[in-house]
């Protein structure tokens, strides 16, 4: 209440205040023109100019006596308004328990709202943080009929045609993302970084804080060992030392020239990197097209559109297609083209539909509350009648009574948005758990300047509502007709307890849509969760390395370190099983390579494939519990030196071999474009030695067919990028620290990062849709709750209303029974129409629901019985305690009233 | 806050009454106001500014600063409509007060 206070008297002052000076000097003005006005007529008279003056001022009657008076008027009338809210605070005191409830309610509902729409304004609105970031278009090289149908990547290729072949762009830039290892404080970190082409900086049209960003020809071999820093690596590296621009740091064991530092705000594609380098091409790279390994944004110019863009980049592709004929027809066969989207778009696509279903749930919440307080309004209106009556008898002007009724609603429902703006604070660090950070602009989600006035102003609009209702209701009227109404109260106000059922009528149906949905995403999320992965998460520990390309360069290098890691973590106790595999489940790193199975026949207008190219030690899969279907697991026999081996999941097998057995079959990697079915003495092949079950790879809802996946032994194609997975017997993150040891054991200076349990790489591919299913449970249980009450304060109204007729009824011998019944068929009247509507309502959930859900149908027989049943006891509970009370009036006190 | 003092209530209506014949600025009234009462009513200068800001408060007047010549600013007031209605309703009942209180006087 300390608050409201506090903020009525801030508005008043400040209002004052900022007129104050004005109107002291147009008082000035005025007073001093008619005194002019006056010494004019008295000189015109014949009087000297000292005498007219004097005489003009007597005339006055004291300048500044009248200052004053003026003045004071002024000030009345701004202190009416401090005036009107005192009042209004001293009302609602009176109030407390009607204050209380419609401060709690909106509380709620509008710190819903402020949490919803702080994600949606940073997420959704402003996901960039560039000038003129809706400019700035990126570009993804799909081949849908060959599995890769998302992502944005292209060749460096593109990039070198679309620069000499485009003129819509103002600039246009290729980065890599990826990750470097620098020495922080002497143990190695790795952190998150980006190689750039100069062009890169320009395109953001961000200026470096400190120091410069690349010249064109620091891309040249040679040249390219400088860096920028990111403002908080500037920090934690170098204690924000200005110095540190000239100095060297040392990424992956080479010294860079730091030349720049990057302001705090600035990301552009990945929020986290703290560190950008050069990119470099090799001439091979230039000319290699369909090789999508790079990322490619572009800047729009002035006045040209992104469809122009999309034109001119499918030019480009149809060119290299004529350019190229020998890979026309497999790239065509593919359905090959390129993407170009808003940058803006492609972030936040994937999460738009969960943002959207969240705060239409939200609003839903507020409306459900809205009602409630307007139901409580009314009912209160009714009994401030006599009040209002008495007050516009006594002559307060009808304006007046307006002004003090907004006034008091409009204290309460900001006060309640003040209160709201904590509730949602609090809300937003519980909401930390839900890993809003995974979001893009996720991690600097607050309350804002423009969350608080979103908020305030809400809280506004519903203050001015609720004020306005009762104050048009009542104040038209003459008093006289109202103070005569309040006295046969008993059979007037059916208008207003119609109104009331049909806005708790309304609460019920909103309430319904809500818990629908809620149960179809439970039911949903349920049935994602029952999704067998084709592998054992439980008892699995993980940690990551990525080796630094200067120090294991040869590949080999890089099988031996595996191998000697996975040596010692065998031997650690408590570990059972231990693998490794540059591919883990729900991990970002994902390759697809294209393969043939050995006496391919392309048939026409069948696209060749790109599964997924994983790479595994042996005893990776006994490690993850993958079930073998046929032949082999990859074990000690899959030496560098054996011939090369290949494990494919069923997904794959079906494909190339289907009815037969794989086993013994050989994969290869088409390398001449003319004929693929040929194979040269050059072309590598991969004999199949076992079948295994599908893994998920991305996410559990994979619902994509995907084109399935080929496994290659570590031992024999070693990569750089590993994850290394054990099985405990005890809880898996007690051995973080002896795995990490282990790891560390081998290569001292290299980072191990992602060290965790499997089910925590699980539960983050959930983490959108487990946050939508949490909130949306959270929102139907508070409409739930509210409707409850909703129901609960008609009928408690009804029933006290009835209290002479219910006397009555007993009196002559209709038993409690009866009475109960009565009652709460009332009820069950309210709630079965509001079921009815509600069910209308969730029809339109359709459209709203469909990308969330899996498995589940809009029509859930089980989830709408549920619900219904849930809803309908919740609500009968809430009509037992006024029927049974009714039930238990005692006529000879009901009828003595 | 109807229920103003009568002498107060008189020079409100006078203002509004004067106001009917066009804006005018404070000097203007106040010469108006003499004018009318053949200098019998002497409204004092004092009271004349602080009734004028307390009706534009109150809506039944608007004002404007305006640019004179000399560079001197006058403030020109205008009747607004619920000015109008307000003299349209307190003008009834002000005959209906001189209409009672005649009838006191002679029922004595």
Redesign the interface.
């Known amino acids: 209440m300390r608050a409201v206070k506090i903020f009525g008297q801030l508005v008043a002052y400040l209002r004052g205040l900022a007129r104050r000076r004005q109107i002291n000097r147009?008082l000035e003005?005025?007073?001093?023109?008619?005194l002019?006005?006056?010494i004019e007529v008295n000189v015109r008279r014949g009087m000297s100019p000292a005498e007219a003056r004097r005489m003009a001022q007597l005339?006055?009657?004291?300048v500044a006596?009248?200052r004053e008076?003026?003045r004071?008027?002024?000030a009345i009338?701004l202190d009416s308004i401090l005036r009107d809210v005192q009042v209004a605070i001293r009302m609602l005191r009176k109030q407390r328990a009607f204050t209380l409830t419609v401060a709690a309610t909106l509380a709620v509902c509008l710190g819903a709202n402020a949490v919803l729409f702080a994600i949606v304004d940073h997420v959704l609105l402003r996901p960039l943080s560039i000038p003129a970031s809706d400019r700035v278009v990126i570009t993804g090289n799909r081949y849908p009929r060959a599995g890769v149908d998302s992502g944005y990547s292209t060749s460096a290729a593109d990039y070198v045609d679309r620069l000499r072949d485009t003129d819509v762009f103002e600039e246009q830039a290729l980065f890599k993302v990826g990750n470097r290892s620098v020495d922080e404080h002497g143990v190695p970190t790795r952190v998150p970084s980006m190689s750039v082409t100069p062009s890169f900086f320009r395109l953001a049209r961000v200026a470096p804080t400190l120091g410069r960003t690349f010249a064109d020809d620091e891309i040249e071999p040679g040249r390219e060992t400088k860096a920028v820093l990111s403002f908080g690596l500037w920090q934690s590296q170098f204690g924000a030392d200005p110095g540190a621009v000239g100095r060297d740091l040392r990424i992956d064991g080479r010294p860079y020239t730091i030349v720049g530092v990057m302001p705090k705000e600035f990301a552009l594609v990945a929020p986290d990197v703290t560190l950008w380098t050069p990119l470099t091409l090799t001439p091979a790279e230039k000319s290699t097209h369909y090789n999508d390994v790079w990322g490619y944004l572009a800047r729009l110019k002035n006045g040209s559109s992104i469809d122009q863009a999309q034109a001119q980049i499918d030019a480009v592709n149809r060119a290299n297609l004529q350019r190229f004929p020998q890979f026309a027809r497999v790239i065509s066969d593919m359905g090959f083209h390129t993407v170009v989207e808003p940058l803006q778009d492609s972030l936040v696509k994937d999460v738009r539909p969960t943002l959207h279903l969240m705060w239409g749930g939200a609003l839903f919440v507020l409306l459900i509350g809205c009602l409630n307080v307007a139901n409580l309004v009314i009912a209160r209106s009714r009994t401030r009648t006599r009040e209002l009556a008495t007050r516009l008898a006594l002559?307060?002007?009808r304006a007046?009574i307006a002004r003090q009724l907004i006034t008091e609603s409009l204290v309460l429902a900001v006060g309640s948005a003040a209160a709201g703006l904590i509730v949602g604070r609090i809300g937003l660090r519980a909401l930390g758990s839900l890993n809003l950070e995974d979001l893009p602009r996720g991690a600097d989600i607050q309350f804002d300047a423009s969350t608080v006035v979103f908020t305030l102003a809400a809280g506004a609009i519903i203050g001015v509502i609720l004020g306005a209702w009762p104050a048009l209701a009542a104040v038209p009227t003459a008093p006289t007709t109202l103070l005569n109404q309040e006295q046969r109260s008993t059979s007037s106000g059916s208008g207003a307890r119609r109104l009331r059922r049909s806005l708790v009528v309304a609460q019920v149906a909103f309430a319904f849509v809500l818990l629908v949905g809620a149960g179809l995403l439970f039911s949903s999320f349920r049935r994602v969760l029952a999704i067998d992965p084709g592998f054992q998460s439980d008892h699995v520990l993980t940690a990551s390395v990525a080796l630094p390309a200067s120090r294991y360069r040869e590949q080999p290098a890089a099988g031996r370190f595996a191998g000697e890691v996975l040596t010692r973590l065998r031997a650690l106790p408590a570990v059972a099983k231990a693998g490794a595999t540059d591919t883990i489940p729900f991990g970002s790193n994902h390759t697809n390579s294209l393969i043939l199975p050995e006496g391919y026949q392309a048939k026409a207008g069948e696209s060749m494939i790109s599964p997924g190219r994983i790479v595994a030690s042996s005893e990776y899969f006994e490690t993850m519990r993958v079930r073998l279907i046929a032949g082999r697991l990859f074990d000690d026999r899959d030496v560098e030196s054996a011939p090369g081996v290949a494990i494919v999941d069923e997904t794959l097998a079906a494909r190339f071999w289907p009815g037969t057995s794989p086993i013994g079959r050989r994969l290869y990697r088409p390398d001449d474009p003319n004929n693929l079915a040929r194979i040269t003495p050059t072309t590598t092949t991969f004999t199949v030695v076992g079948v295994i079950a599908s893994m998920k790879l991305e996410t559990l809802a994979d619902t994509r067919a995907g084109a399935g996946a080929y496994y290659f032994p570590l031992a024999q194609q070693p990569e750089r990028m590993l994850t290394f997975a054990v099985r405990t017997e005890g809880t898996p993150a007690t051995l973080s620290h002896a795995v990490r040891a282990a790891i560390q054991s081998v290569d001292p200076e290299l980072p191990v990062f992602d060290v965790q349990p499997m089910d925590r790489w699980t539960a983050k591919s959930l983490a959108s849709r487990r946050a939508a299913m949490l909130l949306s449970l959270i929102f139907s249980a508070v409409a739930l709750f509210l409707a409850a009450v909703g129901i609960y304060g008609v009928l408690a109204y009804a029933v006290a209303h009835r209290r002479k007729e219910i006397g009555i009824r007993l009196a002559v011998g209709a038993s409690a029974r009866v009475v109960f019944a009565m009652i709460m068929r009332e009820g069950a009247v309210v709630i079965a129409v509001g079921v009815g509507l509600g069910a209308i309502g969730v029809s339109g959930l359709q459209r709203a629901l469909q990308s969330q859900l899996f498995g589940t149908a809009v029509t859930d027989p089980v989830v709408l019985a549920i619900m219904t049943g849930l809803l309908a006891s919740v609500a009968a509970s809430a009509c037992a305690v006024p029927a049974w009370r009714a039930s238990r009036i005692d006529p000879r006190v009901a009828l003595s009233d | 806050m109807a229920k103003t003092d009568l002498l107060q209530g008189t020079l409100d209506l006078l203002i509004l009454k004067i106001l009917t014949l066009g804006p005018n600025h404070g000097w203007g009234i106040s010469i108006r106001i003499r004018q009318i009462s053949e200098e019998g009513l002497n409204a004092s200068q004092g009271s004349l500014y602080p009734a004028l800001h307390r009706l534009e408060l109150r809506g039944d007047v608007e004002s404007e600063m305006t640019p004179s010549e000399n560079n001197r600013r006058a403030r020109v007031y205008r009747l607004t409509r619920a000015g109008r209605r307000r003299l349209e309703t307190e003008n009834a009942t002000w005959e209906q007060f001189v209409l009672s209180v005649g009838r006191i006087l002679r029922a004595e």
């Open positions: 147009e003005d005025e007073i001093r023109f008619h002019d006005q006056q005339d006055f009657g004291g006596q009248t008076a003026v004071e008027v002024r009338w002559g307060a002007g007046r």
